[in-house]
């Protein structure tokens, strides 16, 4: 069942009040919560009005520098912005770019390790597939199991700042990461050592950040919440307005959470109460216990397994020996030298680029027709490749081969997850649960997609050597497959509609049984192919208005 008569919903729950029943909220809670020591109850109701009618700035009483403010923040470049939140945005876009460059120096440097490392009379490439590649994978095996429920907590402030270009930024550090390994020619030792450098950065980045808003509000310290707010934005009325719009957000989803009409929440605090009784275990338990929530750990998981289904972190890892076995005649990589081969680091080189400038567009684009569409046609697109790949792996020529894999690996494959299942997972995964769970079910979703991750970079090798001569060809072949399996997966069991929805919108999408949504989206396919088939016969009027 989609969710009808949107429109008629207010997505902002101020617009639920009327100016007078507004101004007496604030004046309430600017009370209950003390906070004449660092505002003034006026900017706070004049803050509030602005969070009820946005584009009604011309009736409020501004100073030029107000109305400037609030007149520029969405043009504003990141050059504009606050000195914190540019440090906030820069600690965010580190951490991507740390997790993406220690892939690609992994990638780049494991043959280099497990060549001079090996005990005497062992080849650790054939020997002991599995043992290196839990080597290779312990980041990933440790941080999907231990790290994600750690720190489930830094999620609440993850989530906020994270951009939707986020993946923009992950595939920035698999680019340098590769040219690191040029840069450094191809020495395994330092390869692996530069993968420290951002995450330095990183660790110092992290004490220049102020606090999360969202998490002093959870802990009721609105004074805190509002000081890290106008370190945020910079002025006073936007830190005014962006408190108590986002007190009034999270007060109204928690009434909804249940069910019920938003009655109560503009004259206490019920959130707060929410959380004092509901630590992390009982989250947890209501997670996977409340219809609402376990369709939305369905819907987010099943799209983050999807980025690893795809088969995208197979070149990620592992196109050091894809590329090698592409440029030699025999497919079996050369283990005399512990550095890879002059041509194979280029070839990677041009894949970290292309992840790169691939995942550019996404920033723009990702809110196209929805996420679900993109994701879409970006898995039938990587099927596609990966069956072109397949395919040119059996070709015994070795110039065309190597030409025809490099192209449709960097080049056509690259694109596709670039617009769709590369950016799409975690953005997703942030919106669709609720509020006073999201830090929980982030961090669920977050430990899939690592989990795939981590048991991809450990069986993968395992499985090339078991195909032999073809192994590059039948893995293709395999995550063609895989990449079917999440197209149907995400086709059947992830609602449409997400992007850009209200609160009441979101509930009434996963407060809707699963089958119903199965069942929409098959009769939207049936009736598409109704559609083209009509297109198809126009000279049949009877049956044209027969369909009509």
């Known amino acids: 069942m989609r969710v009808k008569n949107s429109a008629r919903r207010p997505r902002n729950p101020l617009l639920l009040r009327t100016p007078d029943e507004?101004?007496?909220?604030?004046?309430?809670?600017?009370?209950?919560?003390?906070?004449?020591?660092?505002?003034?109850?006026?900017?706070?109701?004049?803050?509030?009005?602005?969070?009820?009618?946005?584009?009604?700035?011309?009736?409020?009483?501004?100073?030029?520098?107000?109305?400037?403010?609030?007149?520029?923040?969405?043009?504003?470049?990141?050059?504009?912005?606050?000195?914190?939140?540019?440090?906030?945005?820069?600690?965010?876009?580190?951490?991507?770019?740390?997790?993406?460059?220690?892939?690609?120096?992994?990638?780049a440097g494991s043959g280099g390790w497990k060549h001079d490392l090996q005990p005497k009379g062992e080849d650790w490439t054939h020997d002991h597939l599995l043992l290196a590649g839990f080597i290779d994978a312990a980041p990933w095996l440790s941080g999907s199991i231990i790290?994600?429920?750690?720190?489930?907590?830094?999620?609440?402030?993850?989530?906020?700042?994270?951009?939707?270009?986020?993946?923009?930024?992950?595939?920035?550090?698999?680019?340098?990461?590769?040219?690191?390994?040029?840069?450094?020619?191809?020495?395994?030792?330092?390869?692996?050592?530069?993968?420290?450098?951002?995450?330095?950065?990183?660790?110092?980045?992290?004490?220049?950040?102020?606090?999360?808003?969202?998490?002093?509000?959870?802990?009721?310290?609105?004074?805190?919440?509002?000081?890290?707010?106008?370190?945020?934005?910079?002025?006073?009325?936007?830190?005014?307005?962006?408190?108590?719009?986002?007190?009034?957000?999270?007060?109204?989803?928690?009434?909804?959470?249940?069910?019920?009409?938003?009655?109560?929440?503009?004259?206490?605090?019920?959130?707060q109460e929410r959380v004092r009784e509901t630590g992390f275990l009982k989250r947890l338990v209501?997670?996977?216990?409340?219809?609402?929530?376990?369709?939305?750990?369905?819907?987010?998981?099943?799209?983050?397994?999807?980025?690893q289904l795809c088969g995208i972190n197979v070149l990620s890892f592992y196109s050091s020996r894809l590329f090698n076995g592409a440029t030699t005649q025999d497919k079996i990589p050369d283990t005399s030298d512990?550095?890879?081969?002059?041509?194979?680091?280029?070839?990677?080189?041009?894949?970290?680029?292309?992840?790169?400038?691939?995942?550019?567009?996404?920033?723009?684009?990702?809110?196209?027709?929805?996420?679900?569409?993109?994701?879409?046609?970006?898995?039938?697109?990587?099927?596609?490749?990966?069956?072109?790949?397949?395919?040119?792996?059996?070709?015994?020529?070795?110039?065309?081969?190597?030409?025809?894999?490099?192209?449709?690996?960097?080049?056509?494959?690259?694109?596709?997850?670039g617009i769709g299942a590369g950016p799409v997972p975690f953005t997703f995964s942030a919106e669709v649960f609720p509020l006073a769970f999201r830090e929980v079910g982030m961090s669920f979703s977050v430990m899939v997609n690592f989990l795939g991750l981590g048991l991809l970079v450990l069986l993968v090798p395992k499985l090339t050597e078991a195909w032999g001569k073809y192994g590059e060809s039948n893995l293709c072949f395999l995550f063609m497959g895989l990449n079917a399996l999440a197209f149907v997966l995400v086709f059947l069991f992830v609602p449409s509609g997400t992007a850009k929805v209200g609160l009441e919108e979101m509930n009434q999408i996963f407060n809707t049984k699963m089958s119903v949504h199965i069942k929409e989206h098959v009769v939207s396919l049936g009736s598409l192919c109704g559609q083209r088939k009509l297109e198809d016969e126009p000279h049949n009027l009877q049956q044209f208005n027969d369909h009509a």
């Open 22 to 107: 507004l101004e007496d909220d604030v004046r309430k809670f600017y009370d209950r919560n003390h906070l004449q020591d660092v505002i003034d109850v006026e900017l706070l109701i004049k803050g509030a009005r602005i969070a009820q009618e946005p584009d009604n700035l011309y009736t409020l009483d501004l100073t030029p520098a107000e109305f400037k403010a609030i007149k520029d923040e969405k043009e504003s470049g990141f050059w504009q912005q606050s000195k914190d939140l540019k440090v906030t945005i820069l600690t965010t876009a580190c951490a991507a770019i740390t997790q993406g460059w220690q892939q690609s120096t992994i990638n």
């Open 147 to 271: 790290c994600s429920i750690l720190c489930t907590f830094l999620l609440v402030y993850l989530w906020i700042f994270l951009p939707s270009d986020s993946n923009t930024y992950q595939y920035s550090g698999v680019f340098v990461g590769f040219a690191c390994d040029w840069i450094v020619n191809r020495q395994w030792r330092v390869l692996l050592g530069t993968a420290s450098i951002p995450a330095l950065i990183l660790l110092f980045l992290v004490f220049l950040c102020p606090e999360s808003p969202r998490f002093l509000i959870r802990r009721g310290d609105y004074i805190g919440a509002y000081v890290s707010l106008r370190q945020l934005r910079g002025t006073d009325i936007q830190a005014a307005r962006d408190l108590y719009y986002i007190h009034s957000q999270l007060q109204v989803e928690t009434e909804m959470f249940d069910g019920e009409r938003p009655q109560n929440w503009y004259n206490q605090e019920i959130y």
């Open 286 to 307: 209501i997670l996977f216990s409340h219809p609402r929530n376990q369709r939305a750990c369905v819907a987010a998981f099943l799209v983050m397994a999807s980025q």
């Open 338 to 417: 512990s550095r890879q081969p002059a041509n194979v680091t280029w070839l990677n080189f041009g894949f970290g680029l292309a992840n790169f400038l691939f995942t550019i567009p996404a920033y723009r684009y990702i809110d196209w027709r929805g996420r679900r569409l993109l994701l879409l046609i970006s898995l039938a697109g990587m099927f596609l490749s990966l069956l072109a790949i397949g395919f040119f792996f059996r070709i015994e020529a070795n110039t065309v081969r190597l030409a025809l894999v490099s192209t449709f690996a960097i080049g056509f494959f690259t694109f596709f997850y």
